[in-house]
């Protein structure tokens, strides 16, 4: 299908389509506008993102709907207030010809009274995240009873989200001869069997290509100490001087620290994760957008579906849990015809998932060397430089000048530039004066002690427990799957076992509650082993049992210092974010 025309879209919505200058569909788009229009089957869609699936789902189904009538006709759920809002803006503009047709979104974090107020102007079409929705229901505030079509956009990050009970609770509320349409990147146990309940024999749809962008996307990887993160991190962000980012971790409590840490030394940067208020979001998003932030620091939930289009990198700070995952984050950047990189730090014990994913993302990942302070130095000046040479002169400055000269008589040219050069970058050189080649570092003191947090937990041999029986429980657990464990001791009646410390505060609260066998599991830090490694010697935890009233206060990202990013990430050279031109 190479035209909207071909697809039989009504011609107010072709009129909408070629103002925003969408000239022809995308594979989804091709598969599923034709589908929709045509049958009335259930329709299940693989697609990832990127690949153009809110017109493919809301382009029919604009087109199937009756703007007389006075009933919701149809509803879209979709994982986050950020997604929600971004279909409602697209929807907008998709009935901009159609005036009687009205959308609107619906989602937690604003006054639901106002919400309520807007549902009385009788709109056509509901975006709404599950949570709202449900609750609207339950207010009898929102009926969809009449309800044609019912779309679940990001179907299997819903159910990641935990969104699975107001799922089940708003398919009920629905209409048995609607028809659902479902869009996924994946199919976990739990969505199939909500299209088996739900669905009525579906058809089955797959976007052709993978992501519209992969093709302009180069993968590389970096490996270093988990300790010297951070600092690679750094040396990514400076080596790339007009960076505009998102850096992925697995938790929120990652995604807060990196972000705290960058913008502690200056950069651009800021987080996006679950904790933070509606309003700090929207605060974050939109500086992103007008690309005041540089990095955003971000789990995958929380940017998942976001729509910025000219990504210069994704950073993988920590691989996701699922290969998934990363075909998701990478297709973040790369697109509208631009290149992108995807980055990823790992640790040695990451190297086997990379050849894992080349497998799944069938390409190639390249091993990328850590820039040295030295490499980054001569970027960042190169780059200044340039933005030096490159600057207009104003002629205000005439008048100035022969006192200017005055004062700088005495310098010869070579001076000159050696002072320019000086105050504008001894910062930087300062910084990587000394600076380790994180390639080649020793690692002989890297031994454990230090390095590794332990934990003691009350079961142990006598209940069946091994050290495969730990690294199970660890893996059962979301948070801490694929976690590095460093030694295991399993005595009769408890065992300790070890986790690099930089993940020391996520072990407790993800095993709040958790149970080997039938047994509650209770577990506290416990003191280093004593380096003589005499088994006999066992240490008793630490004091600091852990509370069940939520150990975990400082994670709240409510005590936020706004106003702290640095300015200047739009290229101009404040001196005070750092940036430099050159790709990586
Ligand atoms: P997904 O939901 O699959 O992640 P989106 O629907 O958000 O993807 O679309 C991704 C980007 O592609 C958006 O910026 C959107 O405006 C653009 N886009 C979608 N369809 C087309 C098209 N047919 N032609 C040009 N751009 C498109
Ligand atoms: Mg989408």
């Given at each position: 299908m190479?035209?909207?025309?071909?697809?039989?879209?009504k011609?107010?919505?072709?009129?909408?389509?070629?103002?925003?200058?969408?000239?022809?569909?995308?594979?989804?788009?091709a598969?599923?506008?034709?589908h929709?229009?045509?049958?009335?089957k259930d329709?299940l869609?693989?697609?990832?993102?990127?690949?153009?699936?809110?017109?493919a789902f809301?382009?029919?189904?604009?087109?199937?709907i009756?703007?007389?009538?006075?009933?919701?006709n149809?509803?879209?759920?979709?994982?986050?207030?950020?997604?929600?809002?971004?279909?409602?803006?697209?929807i907008?503009?998709?009935?901009?010809y159609?005036?009687?047709?009205?959308?609107?979104?619906?989602?937690?974090?604003?006054?639901?009274?106002?919400?309520?107020k807007?549902?009385?102007?009788k709109p056509?079409?509901?975006?709404g995240?599950?949570?709202?929705?449900?609750?609207?229901?339950?207010?009898?505030r929102?009926?969809?009873?009449?309800?044609?079509?019912?779309?679940?956009?990001?179907a299997?990050?819903?159910?990641?989200?935990?969104?699975k009970?107001?799922l089940d609770?708003i398919?009920?509320?629905?209409?048995?001869?609607?028809?659902?349409?479902c869009?996924?990147?994946t199919?976990?146990?739990?969505?199939?069997?909500?299209?088996n309940?739900y669905m009525?024999?579906?058809?089955?749809?797959?976007?052709?290509?993978?992501?519209?962008?992969?093709?302009?996307?180069?993968?590389?990887?970096?490996?270093?100490?988990?300790?010297?993160?951070?600092?690679v991190?750094?040396?990514?962000?400076d080596?790339?001087?007009?960076?505009?980012?998102?850096?992925?971790c697995?938790?929120r409590m990652?995604?807060k620290?990196?972000?705290?840490?960058?913008?502690?030394?200056?950069?651009?940067?800021?987080?996006l994760?679950?904790?933070?208020?509606?309003?700090?979001?929207?605060y974050?998003?939109?500086?992103?957008?007008?690309?005041?932030?540089?990095?955003?620091?971000?789990t995958?939930?929380a940017?998942?579906?976001?729509?910025?289009?000219d990504?210069?990198?994704?950073?993988?700070?920590?691989?996701?849990?699922?290969?998934?995952?990363?075909?998701h984050?990478?297709?973040?950047?790369?697109r509208?015809?631009?290149?992108?990189?995807?980055?990823?730090?790992?640790?040695?014990?990451?190297?086997?998932?990379?050849?894992q994913?080349?497998?799944?993302?069938?390409?190639k990942i390249?091993?990328?060397k850590?820039?040295?302070?030295?490499?980054?130095c001569?970027?960042?000046?190169?780059?200044?430089?340039?933005?030096?040479?490159?600057?207009?002169?104003?002629?205000?400055?005439?008048?100035y000048l022969?006192?200017?000269?005055?004062?700088?008589?005495a310098?010869?040219k070579?001076?000159?530039?050696?002072k320019?050069v000086?105050?504008?970058f001894?910062?930087f050189?300062?910084?990587?004066?000394?600076?380790?080649?994180?390639?080649t570092?020793?690692?002989?003191?890297?031994?454990?002690?230090?390095?590794?947090?332990?934990?003691?937990?009350?079961?142990?041999k006598?209940?069946?427990?091994?050290p495969?029986?730990?690294i199970?429980?660890?893996?059962d657990t979301?948070?801490?799957?694929n976690?590095?464990?460093?030694?295991i001791?399993?005595?009769?009646?408890?065992?300790?076992?070890?986790?690099?410390?930089?993940r020391?505060?996520?072990?407790i609260?993800?095993?709040?509650?958790?149970r080997y066998?039938?047994?509650?599991i209770e577990?506290?830090?416990a003191?280093?082993?004593?380096s003589?490694?005499?088994?006999?010697?066992?240490?008793?935890?630490r004091?600091?049992?852990?509370?069940?009233?939520?150990?975990?206060?400082?994670?709240?990202?409510s005590?936020?210092?706004r106003?702290?990013?640095?300015?200047?990430?739009s290229?101009?050279?404040?001196?005070?974010?750092?940036?430099?031109?050159?790709?990586?």
């Open positions: 190479q035209t909207f025309v071909e697809t039989g879209l011609p107010e919505i072709l009129q909408a389509l070629e103002s925003i200058g969408f000239e022809k569909p995308t594979p989804i788009q598969k599923a506008i034709p929709l229009i045509n049958s009335d329709l869609a693989y697609a990832q993102t990127g690949t153009g699936k809110t017109a809301s382009l029919p189904l604009i087109h199937g009756d703007e007389k009538s006075d009933d919701i149809a509803i879209i759920l979709c994982p986050t207030r950020e997604l929600c809002l971004q279909i409602e803006r697209d907008q503009t998709f009935i901009k159609i005036p009687a047709l009205k959308a609107m979104a619906v989602y937690g974090g604003e006054s639901i009274d106002r919400q309520i807007g549902l009385r102007s056509n079409i509901i975006v995240t599950p949570g709202r929705v449900c609750d609207l229901i339950r207010r009898k929102l009926q969809l009873g009449n309800i044609n079509y019912l779309v679940l956009d990001e299997d990050e819903m159910l990641t989200m935990g969104f009970d107001e609770q398919l009920s509320a629905c209409p048995s001869e609607r028809q659902t349409l869009f996924s990147a199919m976990p146990r739990e969505l199939l069997r909500i299209a309940e009525d024999s579906p058809d089955e749809i797959t976007a052709g290509q993978r992501n519209v962008s992969a093709e302009n996307v180069k993968h590389v990887y970096l490996v270093a100490d988990r300790s010297d993160k951070y600092e991190l750094k040396r990514v962000a080596i790339n001087p007009n960076i505009y980012a998102i850096v992925f697995r938790t990652g995604t620290e990196v972000a705290d840490r960058l913008m502690a030394d200056k950069y651009a940067a800021d987080a994760h679950g904790d933070l208020s509606q309003a700090q979001r929207d974050v998003m939109n500086k992103f957008r007008k690309k005041q932030i540089q990095i955003l620091v971000a995958d939930v940017a998942r579906g976001i729509d910025v289009n990504l210069t990198h994704v950073i993988n700070y920590e691989l996701p849990d699922q290969l998934e995952a990363y075909i984050r990478s297709g973040r950047t790369g509208a015809g631009k290149e992108g990189m995807a980055v990823s730090l790992i640790t040695r014990r990451d190297l086997s998932r990379i050849s994913l080349e497998r799944k993302i069938g390409k390249s091993k990328k850590i820039p040295t302070g030295q490499e980054i001569q970027r960042q000046l190169f780059s200044m430089v340039d933005k030096f040479v490159a600057t207009d002169v104003n002629d205000d400055i005439n008048e022969p006192m200017i000269e005055e004062k700088m008589e310098l010869s070579e001076e000159l530039i050696k320019f000086s105050s504008e001894n910062r050189l300062s910084y990587y004066k000394n600076s380790q080649d994180l390639n570092k020793d690692r002989s003191k890297k031994t454990r002690g230090g390095k590794y947090s332990r934990f003691h937990i009350n079961v142990g006598k209940q069946g427990l091994d495969k029986g730990i199970g429980i660890l893996n979301r948070n801490l799957r976690i590095e464990v460093g030694q001791d399993i005595m009769n009646n408890f065992s300790f076992f070890e986790v690099p410390n930089d020391e505060q996520d072990v609260p993800a095993l709040d509650g958790a066998k039938s047994q509650q577990i506290e830090l003191k280093p082993k004593p003589s490694s005499s088994s006999s010697n066992y240490d008793r935890p004091k600091a049992r852990f509370n069940k009233s939520k150990s975990g206060g400082g994670s709240g990202g005590s936020r210092g106003g702290r990013f640095s300015k200047g990430a290229g101009k050279s404040s001196g005070k974010s750092r940036s430099s031109r050159f790709s990586y």
